[in-house]
C-alpha cells in the first residue's frame, strides 16, 4: 500500500509482456502462415558522428526551436529495403470458435464431461491475439488483392507526398505534412497560412505547433502503459483502486471493479452510453464538462449501466475514458515511487502534464510541451472555416484541465518524430509493450485501425469545432497520425475544413494506396 494505493499482488494475472503461451501460439502462427512480416529495430546508437550528410543538412535548415532530430531519428537504415510490401499468407479458415483452435495448435485435447489435460488455459492476451487474427483473416486484411512479386509495384515516397499535396493544397487555408520512410524522417513541408492576412500573415510550417485535438489520445496510452509496467500492472486490471480515495465510485469502478484499463483505452468501457442516458433525466449532471474533475468525479459517482460495458457493440468512442487517465497516471506515478500528495484538479492536471513531459517527451528531445497554445509560440496558429478564408480565425486557447483526451499542441515535426520511436526503438515504450499496444489497439482509434489497399493501417485522427455568433460557419482544426504495414508513418495537421469535407486520415489513406508504381 502506497498512500492509499494498492500495490497488487499480480499472481495468477497474465504478465504485462509475452509469457510462455504467448510465445508459443506464436510460434505456432508463424509455422501456420509459413511466412510473417520481417521486423528489424533499430541501431541503438548516441552518437551525433554517425549522423549523414543528409541528416546534417536537415539540421541546418531547420528553426532553432529546440527540435532538432538526434542521430537516431535519421540513422542510416541498415537494411536494403525497396518497399515492396512483405505480405503473409493468408491464415486457412479457421471458425469461429477461438478456444478450439488454440487448443489444436497446442495439441490440448478437452471436452466437458472429460479433462485429461493440465495445460492452463491461454490468458487474456492470447486470446485477443487470436481474436485480432480472425478479424484479420475475416476481413481479408491478411490478403492482398493481387501477389506482390520482386517486379510488381514499389511504394514511391514522392508519389505519397504529391499525392497529399494534389488533394490538400485548393482544399484548405493550411497543413502540414512530415513523411517517415525507411525509418528516416524523409518528406515534410508545410503550406499555406498558420495565420491569414487579417490575422497578421503566418506562413505554414511542419516546425509550428498547432493543438493536436485527440491524437493526444495515443500519448497519453504511452504514458498508461509505461506505468503499467512499471507497476507490474495488467491491462485487465481495475482502474477503480487508482481513482481518488475520496470520489464515490459506483457501479464498475467498485462493487464489482469491472471497469479495467483496457476498457478505457479501447473506449469498450460504456461510459459514453450511460453518460447520454444519464443526461436524459439529470439536467445538472448534463451541464457538467465531462472532462474536467468535477464532471470526471461524477461520472464515476454515478457508474457504468451493465448493459452498456464490454464488448465489440458496446464500443463507444468517448473522451471520458482518457480524461479519467489524467487522474489515473498521477496515483500510478505515486505507486512507482513519486512523492505525490492528495490530489484536486489543478495539481492532477499538472502531475499529467510533468509526466508526460518527463517519460514521453523528454526522452524524444522534445522540450517544453504544453496544453497551452501560448507556450513559446506567442504567434499561435488559429482555425479556420475553408469557405470563409479570409475571416478571423479562433484559438483552441488553455487546455490544462482537460488536457490527456486531448490539447496537446505538438508540430507535425515533433508527431513525425514520436511516431518513428514508438515504432522503432524502446525509447518510450519496451518492445513487449509496443507489441502488446498494436495488438489490442491501445490508442489507436478503434475507427481508423483499418484495411486498406495494402494491409491494416493503424492511426488515431483528432478535430476541434469552434463554433460563435461571430462565425457563420465554424472554424475546425484536423489532424491524423498513421503508421502502415511497410516502414512508412505519416503526420497530417491541417488548421481549417477541407472544402470536400473529407478527413485528414482518408487523404493519407488514400493517398498511400495511389502511391505504389510498377
Known amino acids: 500500500m502506497t498512500n492509499g494505493k494498492p500495490r497488487a499482488d499480480h499472481r495468477g494475472h497474465a504478465p504485462a509482456g509475452l ?7 506464436l510460434l505456432a502462427c508463424l509455422l501456420t502462415t509459413i511466412a510473417s512480416v520481417p521486423t528489424v529495430l533499430l541501431a541503438q546508437t548516441r552518437s551525433t558522428t554517425t549522423t549523414t550528410t543528409t541528416t546534417t543538412a536537415q539540421i541546418q535548415t531547420q528553426p532553432s526551436l529546440n527540435l532538432v532530430l538526434d542521430a537516431e531519428y535519421s540513422y542510416e537504415n541498415s537494411e536494403d529495403f525497396n518497399g515492396a510490401l512483405p505480405y503473409p499468407t493468408q491464415l486457412p479458415f479457421l471458425g469461429t470458435d477461438l478456444l478450439s483452435w488454440y487448443r489444436s495448435l497446442t495439441g490440448v485435447s478437452k471436452s466437458v464431461d472429460n479433462i485429461t489435460s493440465t495445460e492452463p488455459e491461454p490468458n487474456p492476451y492470447l486470446l485477443l491475439k487470436l481474436a485480432t487474427q480472425y478479424q484479420q483473416q475475416s476481413a481479408g486484411i491478411m490478403q492482398p488483392s493481387t501477389t506482390i512479386t520482386s517486379g510488381g509495384p514499389v511504394f514511391d515516397v514522392d508519389e505519397f507526398e504529391q499525392g497529399i499535396i494534389d488533394k490538400l493544397d485548393s482544399e484548405t487555408v493550411g497543413y ?9 524522417h524523409s518528406r515534410s513541408d508545410g503550406r499555406g497560412a498558420a495565420r491569414n492576412n487579417n490575422d497578421s500573415y503566418l506562413a505554414q510550417s511542419q516546425y509550428k505547433r498547432m493543438n493536436i485535438a485527440s491524437i493526444s489520445k495515443t500519448i497519453t496510452a504511452v504514458a498508461v502503459l509505461q506505468l503499467l509496467e512499471l507497476n507490474d500492472l495488467n491491462v485487465f486490471d481495475p482502474v477503480g483502486p487508482w481513482l481518488p480515495d475520496d470520489w464515490t465510485k459506483g457501479y464498475g469502478f467498485a462493487n464489482p471493479q469491472i471497469i479495467t484499463f483496457y476498457d478505457l483505452l479501447t473506449h469498450k468501457s460504456g461510459i459514453k452510453q450511460t453518460a447520454m442516458a444519464i443526461q436524459n433525466f439529470d439536467a445538472e449532471f448534463a451541464a457538467l464538462n465531462l472532462v474536467k474533475w468535477n464532471g470526471l468525479k461524477a461520472m464515476v459517482e454515478y457508474g457504468i449501466m451493465p448493459q452498456f460495458h464490454g464488448g465489440e457493440e458496446n464500443q463507444s468512442y468517448s473522451n471520458i475514458n482518457y480524461a479519467l487517465f489524467r487522474v489515473i497516471i498521477p496515483a500510478l506515478w505515486e505507486a512507482a515511487g513519486q512523492p505525490i500528495n492528495a490530489l484536486d484538479a489543478n495539481e492532477a492536471a499538472a502531475v499529467y502534464q510533468a509526466y508526460v513531459a518527463e517519460n514521453v517527451f523528454l526522452p ?8 497551452v497554445s501560448a507556450t513559446g509560440d506567442y504567434d499561435p496558429t488559429r482555425y479556420y472555416n475553408v469557405f470563409e478564408a479570409n475571416g478571423t480565425g479562433a484559438e483552441a486557447g488553455n487546455w490544462t484541465l482537460s488536457c490527456g483526451s486531448g490539447g496537446w499542441y505538438l508540430s507535425a515535426y515533433e508527431l513525425a518524430k514520436f511516431m518513428a520511436y514508438l515504432r522503432y526503438s524502446d525509447r518510450i515504450l519496451s ?3 509496443r507489441e502488446l499496444m498494436d495488438l489490442l489497439d491501445l490508442g489507436w482509434s478503434y475507427n481508423w485501425s483499418l484495411s486498406g489497399d495494402h494491409g491494416r493501417y493503424q492511426a488515431h485522427a483528432g478535430a476541434l469545432y469552434f463554433d460563435s455568433v461571430e462565425w457563420p460557419e ?3 482544426q484536423q489532424g491524423c497520425i498513421m503508421k502502415f504495414p511497410i516502414q512508412v508513418e505519416a503526420v497530417l495537421l491541417v488548421n481549417s475544413s ?3 469535407n473529407t478527413l485528414p486520415c482518408t487523404v493519407l489513406r488514400n493517398a498511400f494506396d495511389a502511391a505504389w508504381v510498377n
Open 19 to 25: 509469457d510462455a503461451i504467448f510465445s508459443r501460439i
Open 176 to 184: 502540414a505534412y512530415v513523411i517517415n520512410f525507411k525509418k528516416k
Open 364 to 371: 524524444l528531445d522534445i522540450h517544453q510541451p504544453s496544453c
Open 431 to 433: 518492445d513487449s509493450m
Open 474 to 476: 465554424r472554424r475546425e
Open 498 to 500: 477541407i472544402e470536400t
